[in-house]
């Protein structure tokens, strides 16, 4: 199908001009679920931002162990330089430079920092467990008196003892 370039473009704006209703309607409905999207956005972050100060903090990595030492030896050789930015492109520079063999101490204390963390979050999570068995306990035990009480002001357990006897 071959059309002239002046058609077309005339083509087109009549298009967008009259778009039938049906398609106007689907092009709202897509702002508003854009708009939806946008505000579960922020009531899961809501629900993100309750952490716990206690949790023990994720182990760094081998990387992370390694510029430890190398932003104290890089400000003591740079004074000047203030910009975090330019340690770390530093940093990564060196660790890429880097053979495995010169890798393996950082390897070996990230791991063993591993290690530790992992004991400190298995602690952690069974004092968690307890806690919330605790809690449990107690709204167990609250709900049954409360429940227990109920019976009684409505007569129930009166019932029972009436049907006995027969």
């Known amino acids: 199908m071959k059309i002239a370039k002046g058609k077309v473009s005339t083509r087109k704006d009549k298009k967008e001009v009259s778009l039938p ?4 309607k689907v092009e709202k409905r897509k702002a508003a679920l854009k708009a ?4 579960s956005k922020w009531t899961k972050k809501a629900k993100l931002g309750k952490k716990d100060p206690d949790k023990p903090k994720r182990p760094p990595s081998a990387f992370f162990v390694f510029l430890e030492e190398f932003r104290k030896t890089y400000k ?5 330089v203030k910009a975090v930015s330019a340690v770390g492109k530093a940093g990564g520079e060196k660790w890429k430079s ?3 063999a010169e890798k393996a101490p950082y390897e ?3 791991a063993q920092r591993k290690v530790d963390y992992e004991k400190l979050i ?3 999570n069974k004092k968690q467990e307890s806690v919330v068995d605790d809690e449990d306990e ?3 035990k609250s709900n049954s008196v409360v ?4 019976d009684e002001e409505t007569g129930e357990g009166e019932e029972d003892d009436d049907e006995d006897d027969d």
């Open 138 to 140: 107690e709204s167990d």
């Open 98 to 100: 880097l053979t495995k």
């Open 76 to 80: 003591e050789e740079h004074p000047n």
């Open 21 to 24: 209703v049906e398609e106007r």
């Open 36 to 39: 939806d999207k946008s505000r």
């Open 147 to 150: 429940n227990d009480e109920d």
């Open 108 to 110: 070996s204390k990230a």
């Open 122 to 124: 298995k602690a952690y």
